[in-house]
């Protein structure tokens, strides 16, 4: 991973809990390119969007300044001696403290599920700050088969042995659902979930995360965020599925497509839940959506 091409920075979030986030492009900051701000998924780290990150701070992908954020428990951002805490209300009021660390006030916002799910939060809070958002894989209705299987490999008893067997170890895990992606692939995303300890891979996440999920059931009723949704009308909007998605359907799509008719919509072909976001077709439909907010046209859908 190229150190070089972002920087670390350490803030206090809504409580005073030490936080963690990398940018990539913001000294000297472009003036005429809007921020990024990348919100990962619910045990995830700013490691997820390294490589999109990266292009997008590049000339060929706009130029942007990007933010990429650790939420609290998650990669290096502090562990939350309250374990209630891990909540997406205190999770968006630490976004917009870091939007406030770095003096960002209107941003893009890529939002991977749980991500995304704090931004159908940040409209209500913070409604100004938003001048475009992307939801990796998420909507107002999340599928309970979907949110189970989450809740079943996070809580898994063992992982990896060595980095070594890492990305085998996650490809017996996810590799149905992610038939697209290469050895290489599988690799980034080990460096990605996990941490070294003493030799060996840890998932980088306070344990405690994951275990809010195990009261989840089939019969789990979750509320549905179309209320919230529903606010976004004005705002340029991009939806990401994966094509093999079991959290984010295509009935879920079709009904933000018909509550937002301007709404740009793309499927990640050979993924599942989330799709990775730097490979040939997310990558580039991004950053087509970002273009057309930038030079005030409407994007069209792809």
Not at 163 to 177: E, I, S, V
Request: with cysteine; aromatic share 8%.
């Amino acid at each position: 991973m190229d150190q070089g091409a972002f920087r670390e920075h350490r803030f206090r979030g809504s409580d005073g809990l030490h936080l963690y986030a990398r940018t990539y492009g913001l000294e000297p900051r472009p003036s005429t390119a809007i921020p990024i701000v990348c919100l990962p998924g619910l045990t995830r780290n700013s490691r997820d969007f390294h490589e999109l990150a990266t292009f997008l701070a590049s000339s060929p992908g706009g130029g942007h300044p990007v933010v990429s954020l650790d939420y609290r428990g998650r990669g290096n951002s502090e562990r939350d001696g309250d374990k209630s805490r891990y909540a997406i209300a205190i999770e968006t009021s630490d976004v917009i403290a870091a939007c406030a660390h770095f003096a960002i006030d209107k941003a893009i916002f890529i939002g991977t599920s749980r991500g995304g799910l704090i931004l159908h939060r940040l409209i209500g809070h913070a409604p100004g700050l938003i001048a475009g958002a992307i939801f990796n894989d998420i909507g107002p209705v999340v599928e309970i088969e979907g949110l189970m299987g989450i809740r079943d490999y996070l809580n898994r008893a063992t992982g990896p042995v060595s980095w070594a067997a890492a990305p085998d170890y996650l490809k017996a895990l996810h590799g149905d659902d992610f038939p697209i992606l290469r050895d290489s692939d599988w690799q980034q995303m080990a460096r990605a979930i996990y941490r070294d300890e003493g030799g060996v891979p840890i998932a980088d996440f306070d344990p405690a995360i994951a275990q809010h999920l195990l009261g989840l059931t089939a019969e789990t009723p979750l509320p549905d965020l179309w209320p919230q949704f529903d606010t976004m009308a004005e705002i340029p909007l991009m939806v990401i599925r994966g094509e093999r998605s079991r959290l984010l359907s295509q009935a879920t799509v079709r009904e933000m497509s018909k509550r937002h008719p301007g709404m740009v919509e793309f499927t990640a072909l050979g993924q599942g839940h989330a799709p990775l976001l730097h490979l040939d077709g997310p990558r580039e439909a991004i950053s087509a959506f970002l273009d057309g907010i930038c030079v005030g046209a409407k994007p069209r859908s792809t």
